[in-house]
């Protein structure tokens, strides 16, 4: 594939003293004998099924029937809602009916908590009775429709090749790695406007599996960041006049270097930008652009012109058509981008973010659809470009294409959004998704 170079050339480690040099990287042979991927289990919908076979005692009391039979109903909701994501996509005009679901966890919850005190108290207080029927009614009544956003949850990929080389990126767990050999990311954005994008991506680059996550900023959003999670290292460099003096000996230590998210679009944030596009290129630092990054690659391509290590540029609809140079939104992209990759050579991949994610290479395009919900909370693709850092390095070290963490990052990005829109509906936010990393990634990624 274009732009993938082998691991001597990436300087990968980029570690320039001892202290910081990871040891080589298991050969990708080692790692794929002791990678198997299996199917995602069903045993959360075991456990909702064990859950469900708890009965009420059973009395002759109307009221308490009626609890019991919308007990049960909620039970089989609860228990479909995951077994029901391949009848979904194979019946997709069943859904009217067969999807409503309850808002499952406050739902399941509350509801329990009425089983536990009708069973202690109904023969004393039949009212109370009574009320928890209509509680349970009342909750029934706020059941919403599962519709159509989730008829597919399954990501679809153009080059199915990708998904058995996606399985075989997480490195291996071992009491002889030390801190840092899992991956050293380095996000460079936020601005006074935009503390939370940064944080999105720094966090999910961590929560992927990264082991270390540095985010360099300016003075004034590093305290705002700091307070969003002690697990960051945010360094306030960005603003200061011996910026990248200060950013060097730091950047040393990354694998690979996100630039862009919040970073905002001042002339001297270009600059900056800029400086530190060169001081990358003269260590061969894997790159990924998003964001502000790209509105600046937008003003000058030439800047990415033979970069000598592998770069992905993760424009959404609008970012892509800014740095192709075209006002067209519409129109075949892999055709739209030849130009821009023309230009700036065969180390560049762009990851156009839409509704059909794409891998573009010159001449070359790969497709992802599925998965995700209709639900499009802001900062979305900042978690993506985190999540792309932490598989970027992997990929790299393993000698696999950037395509494969490509891949990666937008399954993750888009079960996570699938997932957590069954807990939230319309209320989903990015801190959310965050939160479905752990187990989207054991299903997906984890070796078996
Ligand atoms: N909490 C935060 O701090 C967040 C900060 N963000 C930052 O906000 C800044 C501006 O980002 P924007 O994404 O708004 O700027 P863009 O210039 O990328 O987007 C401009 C416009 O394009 C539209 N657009 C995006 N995808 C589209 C699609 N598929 N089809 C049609 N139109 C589409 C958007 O609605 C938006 O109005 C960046 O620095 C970004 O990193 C965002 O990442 C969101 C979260
Ligand atoms: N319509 C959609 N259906 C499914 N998944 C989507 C859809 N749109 C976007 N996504 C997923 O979300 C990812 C991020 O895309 P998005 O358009 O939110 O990026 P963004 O504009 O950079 O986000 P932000 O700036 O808010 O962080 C995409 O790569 C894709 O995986």
Not at 57 to 66: F, G, H, I, K, L
Not at 175 to 199: C, D, L, M, N, W
Not at 330 to 359: H, M, N, Q, W, Y
Not at 389 to 412: G, M
Request: hydrophobic share 35%; net charge negative; charged share 25%.
């Amino acid at each position: 594939m274009a732009g993938v170079r082998n691991s001597e050339e990436i300087d990968i480690n980029g570690a320039s003293d001892d202290v910081f040099s990871p040891k080589p990287p298991e050969s990708t042979e080692e790692c794929q004998e002791s990678c198997t991927f299996e199917a995602p289990d069903d045993s959360e919908v075991q456990e909702r099924k064990l859950a469900g076979e708890t009965q009420l005692p059973s009395t002759n009391d109307t009221a308490q029937n009626e609890i019991n039979e919308e007990l049960d109903d909620s039970k089989e909701y609860n228990t479909e809602e995951f077994e029901n994501a391949e009848m979904l996509a194979k019946n997709p005009d069943d859904d009217e009916d067969l999807y409503m679901y309850e808002e499952n966890a406050n739902y399941e919850e509350e509801v329990q908590q009425v089983e536990h005190e009708e069973c202690d108290d109904n023969r004393e207080d039949r009212s109370r009775t009574s009320n928890a029927s209509q509680l349970a009614r009342n909750l029934k009544k706020r059941s919403i429709k599962w519709n159509s956003h989730l008829r597919s949850m399954s990501v679809q990929v153009s080059d199915s090749s990708l998904i058995e080389k996606a399985k075989t990126l997480a490195p291996l767990f071992s009491s002889g790695k030390h801190k840092g050999q899992a991956g050293r990311i380095g996000v460079f954005g936020g601005s006074i406007e935009f503390t939370g994008a940064p944080y999105f991506s720094s966090i999910t680059a961590l929560k992927v599996g990264a082991d270390l996550s540095y985010v360099f900023t300016i003075k004034d959003a590093a305290v705002v960041i700091k307070s969003y999670s002690p697990e960051l290292m945010v360094l306030p460099f960005l603003d200061d006049p011996d910026a990248i003096n200060k950013i060097k000996p730091w950047l040393d230590r990354l694998h690979v270097a996100l630039l862009g998210p919040g970073m905002g679009r001042a002339d001297s944030t270009k600059q900056t930008f800029e400086a530190i596009i060169c001081l990358c290129r003269s260590k061969n630092k894997p790159l990924i652009i998003d964001a502000d990054g790209l509105f600046f690659v937008a003003q000058n391509p030439d800047i990415l012109k033979d970069y000598p290590a592998p770069v992905i540029l993760t424009p959404n609809k609008a970012e892509f058509a800014r740095i192709v140079g075209d006002s067209n939104l519409e129109g075949p992209k892999v055709e739209r981008a030849k130009p821009f990759l023309e230009k700036t050579g065969p180390s560049v991949t762009i990851f156009c973010k839409d509704a059909e994610d794409e891998i573009i290479t010159l001449g070359n395009t790969i497709k992802l659809t599925g998965g995700g919900s209709g639900r499009r909370c802001g900062g979305q693709g900042d978690m993506l470009g985190g999540a792309m850092s932490t598989f970027l390095t992997w990929a790299l070290e393993k000698n696999l294409p950037p395509a494969v963490a490509c891949f990666a990052a937008s399954k993750l990005t888009r079960d996570c959004n699938a997932q957590g829109f069954v807990k939230h509906g319309r209320s989903l936010v990015v801190t959310d998704m965050i939160q479905e990393i752990h187990s989207v990634f054991q299903e997906n990624f984890e070796l078996k």
